[in-house]
T-cell receptor
Framework: GDSVTQMEGPVTLSEEAFLTINCTYTATGYPSLFWYVQYPGEGLQLLLKATKADDKGSNKGFEATYRKETTSFHLEKGSVQVSDSAVYFC??????????FGKGTKLSVKP | EAQVTQNPRYLITVTGKKLTVTCSQNMNHEYMSWYRQDPGLGLRQIYYSMNVEVTDKGDVPEGYKVSRKEKRNFPLILESPSPNQTSLYFC?????????????FGPGTRLTVL
């Protein structure tokens, strides 16, 4: 079945460091891909999405490109801030309208 | 303000005492869903509903019930809660355009079953 694999955390970075969180997927067809972010004590918020191959989603300095050939959707940010500390979830849109999530990657950014 | 609301936000109960967690959305979404979040397991879908009176099982439906009598509401019912249902629960809603679309999440309900 469809699945998402993302890098294990936690990830600890210093402020202004470069961030990459790897995400790969297995799916039939060409699903939409998402990154959600969960700040401490809150629900999930959509960070960015891409609906077809080679699309680049971007928001708040984060980017991810839908790579069909490598079945990947890696999240990147050039310069992280303390306020980016959160748990990041990669997800794909299932055929039933559901979301299939990775296990999440906790990011901590130190000043 | 477009939002998904859940109540209660926190709940401590005892084994076997029936409980309901309410979920409501004001965006006229057809699709609604319940997830549970557990450490190391990410989010797993419990039940979902594609429209009024249409519900279906997700990946971990055992021990849960849902109903969808109105478009805006999608309550989660635990008839006889057990300690392994201690978890963080999220309700979500979204449009459905065939192969997944953005879903909007509620703030979560932290449930502890003693």
């Amino acid at each position: 079945g469809d699945s998402v694999t993302q890098m294990e955390g936690p990830v600890t970075l210093s402020e202004e460091a470069f961030l990459t969180i790897n995400c790969t997927y297995t799916a039939t067809g060409y699903p939409s891909l998402f990154w959600y972010v969960q700040y401490p004590g809150e629900g999930l918020q959509l960070l960015l999405k891409a609906t077809k191959a080679d699309d680049k989603g971007s928001n708040k300095g984060f980017e991810a490109t839908y790579r069909k050939e490598t079945t990947s959707f890696h999240l990147e940010k050039g310069s992280v801030q303390v306020s980016d500390s959160a748990v990041y979830f990669c997800a794909l849109g299932g055929s039933q309208g559901n979301l299939i999530f990775g296990k999440g990657t906790k990011l901590s950014v130190k000043p | 303000e477009a939002q998904v609301t859940q109540n209660p936000r926190y709940l401590i109960t005892v084994t076997g005492k029936k409980l309901t967690v309410t979920c409501s959305q004001n965006m006229n979404h057809e699709y609604m869903s319940w997830y549970r979040q557990d450490p190391g397991l990410g989010l797993r879908q419990i039940y979902y509903s594609m429209n009024v009176e249409v519900t279906d099982k997700g990946d971990v439906p055992e021990g849960y019930k849902v109903s969808r009598k109105e478009k805006r509401n999608f309550p989660l019912i635990l008839e006889s809660p057990s300690p392994n249902q201690t978890s963080l629960y999220f309700c979500a809603s979204g449009l459905r355009d065939g192969f997944g679309d953005e879903q909007f999440f509620g703030p979560g309900t932290r449930l502890t079953v003693l």
